[in-house]
């Protein structure tokens, strides 16, 4: 049972799918495990510190893919890249699947079975192999950290001989997991938190972090989660009401962190221009979503700019990786789970189960087509 751990060929992709510690673990599980030279610098993880836990570092990509029965990738295989990899191979990673019809065509004229996991369902079982939660989990940590290099003044309330500095207001939009953390995070630097969700049970776990809730609590607010925990699209009503409540409370703010994603589609628009141009000279917004159309108008991908008010709007990209150790530890954890589910551990290999809820679940394309009935190609 051959594993590879390539080295991630897009730019600006500092994290790997494999780190010496999983290494060391699918080793136990009966796998060889060949890295790519180099696949691990970026996250703080030498050649030397793969070939102690046990894996063979490869000269490059194409060596360390040849015969792989299982690829551990972060970013989906380019068209150029799926040369090297073999006919029936497992690989595993962040797909983005949506809108990607010939990418995925590509993964299934290649021959591999390709898993996205980002589409592990959330349940019990699979929490530990959550690479949406995990990753999050840290962009909502370092939006904070961003902001707060880039705020011109202290988070906590400062009391000395020289004067008092006022405590920072933070507006976190969008309670998941990154806002959750984001929450946290500006709390235990001394910041005054709000923040607001359309999920209803969004209230009562921002409350627990010790900030204030805000938002128009109406009938459509209290039906607004799907049975697996994500936000509905909003009525344009709601979202009007939403707007109006929102504006006056965002005057208010110092740095506002904008969370708000829906899987398969657009982020939503929740601050306006005219809200970014309500805030104060050196006031700060964080866009997690721009990468997929952004939170803020006026962020751009990848930029901080800086509008004629005086106000930053943040919008860096793989904000994850801006953790890359981290990021990379928790998201080859992922990893290490998923297969060991596809793994025999009495016979020590390869053995899929193709009727596991998880695989059916995460499982793109296989045997030469797509074959995720959310994926299927469109009739001409």
């Known amino acids: ?30 796998a060889t495990v060949r890295v790519a030279s180099g696949a691990g610098l970026a996250s703080g993880f030498t050649d030397e510190d793969y070939a102690q836990a046990g894996a063979m570092v490869a000269g490059s990509n194409q060596e360390a893919l040849d015969g792989a029965a299982v690829v551990l990738k972060v970013r989906r295989p380019r068209a150029d890249e799926l040369g090297a990899y073999r006919s029936g191979a497992l690989v ?9 019809h010939e990418a995925l065509a590509a993964l299934a004229q290649a021959g591999v079975s390709a898993f996205a996991m980002e589409l592990m369902p959330r349940i019990t079982r699979a929490q530990v192999m959550d690479v949406l939660s995990s990753q999050a989990n840290l962009a909502g940590y370092r939006a904070v950290i961003d902001a707060s290099a880039e705020f011109g003044r202290a988070f906590p309330m400062m009391m000395t001989a020289a004067g008092t500095v006022p405590a920072a207001k933070v507006f976190v939009m969008g309670a998941g997991v990154a806002g959750l953390q984001a929450i946290a995070t500006a709390r235990r630097l001394g910041a005054v938190v709000t923040a607001t969700d359309v999920r209803p049970a969004a209230k009562e776990q921002v409350a627990s972090l010790g900030a204030k809730f805000v938002a128009v609590e109406d009938e459509e607010f209290r039906e607004a989660e799907t049975s697996a925990g994500y936000a509905k699209p909003m009525s ?11 504006a006056e409370h965002i005057k208010k703010q110092d740095i506002v962190i904008t969370t708000a994603l829906i899987p398969g589609r657009p982020a939503p628009r929740l601050v306006s221009a005219a809200m970014v141009d309500s805030l104060k000279p050196g006031s700060v917004l964080v866009d997690l979503a721009v990468e997929r159309g952004g939170n803020v108008e ?15 709007i943040i919008g860096h990209l793989n904000v994850p990786g801006r953790l890359a150790a981290s990021a990379s530890s928790f998201y080859a954890r992922n990893l290490l789970a998923f297969v060991e589910t596809l793994v025999d551990k009495k016979d020590k290999v390869l053995a899929p189960n193709w009727e596991d809820e998880l695989v059916k679940a995460t499982l793109l394309t296989k045997d030469g087509a797509v074959v995720h009935p959310a994926f299927q190609p469109q009739p001409a």
Not at 5 to 22: F, H, I, M, W, Y
Not at 92 to 100: A, F, K, N, R
Not at 236 to 246: F, G, N, P, R, S
């Open 1 to 30: 049972m051959g594993i590879a751990v390539p080295a991630e060929v897009e730019p600006g992709e500092p994290r790997v799918g494999g780190t010496p510690d999983t290494v060391r673990k699918l080793i136990g599980l009966g």
């Open 92 to 100: 595993l990673g962040i797909m983005d699947p949506h809108g990607q």
């Open 236 to 246: 344009a009503e709601y979202q009007a009401k939403q707007a109006v409540l929102v």
């Open 298 to 312: 006026g962020a751009r991908p990848g930029e901080v700019v800086v509008t004629p008010g005086g106000v930053k």
